[in-house]
Nanobody
Framework: VQLQAFGGGFVQAGGSLRLTCAAS????????MGWFRQAPGKEREFVGS???????AYADSLKGRFAISRDNPKNTVALQMNGLKPEDTAVYYC?????????????????WGQGTQVTVSS
């Protein structure tokens, strides 16, 4: 299984970015996907997940600003980020797990993408 995340970049506070994760090597539609992020000097943390059914879950602090969607025919999952803040600056990772339901635990995910940098300036 290979995951590739892209779409990161520089954005001013209040702006938006859309990250995409492309998956190959697994029947994508059967499995849950997750997004995590790691800010400089901090541990990697859960951003959100999307189940095979399309059900989503988010970190409490990000609800209302971030949204995850999936396009099964294209084997992609997207993370739409709005109202970005400097504290959202991080490397964002996508991951896939061998279950149809999502999880906020990193250890529940089997494969990870390489990460994409998001930098939000104040």
């Amino acid at each position: 299984v290979q995951l590739q995340a892209f779409g990161g970049g520089f954005v001013q506070a209040g702006g938006s970015l859309r990250l995409t994760c492309a998956a190959s090597g697994r029947t994508f539609s059967n499995y849950a996907m997750g997004w995590f992020r790691q800010a400089p000097g901090k541990e990697r943390e859960f951003v959100g997940s999307i189940w095979s059914s399309g059900t989503t879950a988010y970190a409490d602090s990000l609800k209302g600003r971030f949204a995850i969607s999936r396009d099964n025919p294209k084997n992609t999952v997207a993370l739409q980020m709005n109202g970005l803040k400097p504290e959202d600056t991080a490397v964002y990772y996508c991951a896939i797990r061998g279950r149809s339901w999502g999880s906020s635990y990193q250890s529940d995910y089997d494969y990870w993408g390489q990460g994409t940098q998001v930098t939000v300036s104040s």
